[in-house]
């Protein structure tokens, strides 16, 4: 399947400040990208639609001045949790639409974040 | 009502058994279903997609949808001990142009040597 990468793995950061995930896909462009978020023993929550070039869609509920999502490009999107308090702790999943695969939808590796 | 819905289980089955995994949805014009395994602390990785009504089949696995019950089910084959993990149900709702997939809370199998 496609590969899509995400980066910090795990991240431990203070609260009140920011943290950048990047997801990038490595063998593909990718115009679509979503955001996930995973808590423990939780079923996996859209956070937001990313669209290479234009603003993100935002899921109801979910803060867009909290999480900035950053698609300058065909190969990455960024979240950065702004102002992270411990409830944002966390797994985040990026996940990108491959269209010559009939659209199928590929899981970057996640990321752990945990806000002290 | 939820948008997807699976039992959460556990679903116990010795290795060897088939393992059946329901999946109901609520948007009746969805049109891609998708299954998903994740395992503890990992992101998911796709094990299956269908869009037409019936079977189809890759090796151990077959999914089976009826739109018309608006039930998508995963039969795993053979069950092994590394089939254990927590079996995700994905729908891409209504004609999104995004394709954005909404999950259900997915169904734990533990597969007993």
């Known amino acids: 399947g496609a590969v899509v990468s995400q980066h910090p793995s795990r991240v431990i950061c203070k609260s009140g400040t920011s943290v950048k995930i990047e997801c990038r896909s490595l063998d593909f462009q990718a115009t679509t990208m979503f955001w996930y978020r995973q808590f423990p023993k939780q079923s996996l929550m859209l956070m937001a639609t990313s669209n290479e070039g234009s603003k993100a869609t935002y899921e109801q509920g979910v803060e867009k001045d909290k999480f900035l999502i950053n698609h300058a490009s065909l190969t990455l999107s960024t979240l950065t949790v702004t102002s992270a308090h411990p409830e944002d702790s966390s797994f985040y999943i990026c996940?990108?639409?491959?269209?010559?695969?009939?659209?199928?939808?590929?899981f970057g590796e996640g990321s752990w974040l945990t806000v002290v | 009502q939820k948008e997807v819905e699976q039992n959460s289980g556990p679903l116990s089955v010795p290795e060897g058994a088939i393992a059946s995994l329901n999946c109901t949805y609520s948007?009746?014009?969805?049109?891609?279903f998708f299954w998903y395994r994740q395992y503890s602390g990992k992101s998911p990785e796709l094990i299956m997609s269908i869009y037409s009504n019936g079977d189809k089949e890759d090796g151990r696995f077959t999914a089976q949808l009826n739109k018309a019950s608006q039930y998508v089910s995963l039969l795993i084959r053979d069950s092994q001990p590394s089939d254990s993990a927590t079996y995700l149900c994905a729908v891409n709702p209504q004609m999104d142009s995004s394709y954005k997939l909404i999950f259900g809370s997915g169904t734990r199998l533990l597969v007993r040597p």
């Open positions: 996940s990108a639409r491959v269209m010559a695969t009939g659209n199928t939808i590929y």
């Open positions: 948007d009746r014009v969805s049109q891609s």
